[in-house]
């Protein structure tokens, strides 16, 4: 996948075969855009890697990623979805995140998204507030933002990348 589209959400809705859960105004419990579950036709057992180094809830502790990534540092993204080396590891489906670098080309990036209750709708009827619903979750915003620069400090010998993202989000639980 090209830059732009390295969020691993999207392999779901971009890979056939693939199904999982969307994160959806973060409420999946995935950390802006990091899903560490998915099927491939049925069958679980993805493993997730950022420059072939494995990071997908490496520890077991549940639905929490085992290392949050930046999306500002990913160039790429590769999806191996069958016919696995024996160097895979992944009993499933092996994706692996190609890392931005610099270059002897000065390049910089500039990212960003909000969002907040005014772009939301509810589903709060009649009939629910007749059951004693107040008032239904509600997202009060959400933000992501994020610059990259790289180029060259020496030509064809050293260079350099930097990345820096700021990103949260905010929701209110129903009836509170």
Not at 61 to 71: A, I, K, N, Q, R
Not at 118 to 125: E, G, M, P, T
């Amino acid at each position: 996948l090209p830059t732009g589209q390295s969020n691993v959400v999207n392999l779901i809705a971009l890979t056939p075969g693939m199904t999982g859960n969307a994160n959806v105004g973060g409420s999946t419990g995935a950390y802006h855009g990091q899903q560490t579950k998915g099927q491939f036709h049925g069958k679980r057992g993805s493993h997730i890697k950022y420059d072939g180094m494995r990071i997908d809830n490496y520890a077991g502790s549940g639905d929490s990623p085992g290392y949050l990534f930046s999306t500002q540092t990913v160039e790429g993204t590769s999806v191996e979805t069958g016919g696995a080396g024996a160097d895979s590891g992944a009993p499933n489906v092996g994706i692996n995140m190609i890392p931005k670098e610099g270059g002897n080309t000065f390049r910089f990036g500039i990212t960003g998204l909000y969002t907040n209750k005014s772009l939301q709708s509810d589903n709060l009827s009649d009939a629910l507030v007749a059951r004693g619903l107040t008032s239904v979750p509600e997202l009060d915003r959400m933000y992501d933002a994020g610059f990259t620069i790289g180029g060259p400090i020496s030509r064809d010998k050293v260079w350099f990348f930097a990345s820096i993202r700021r990103w949260g989000t905010k929701n209110k639980a129903s009836g509170l």
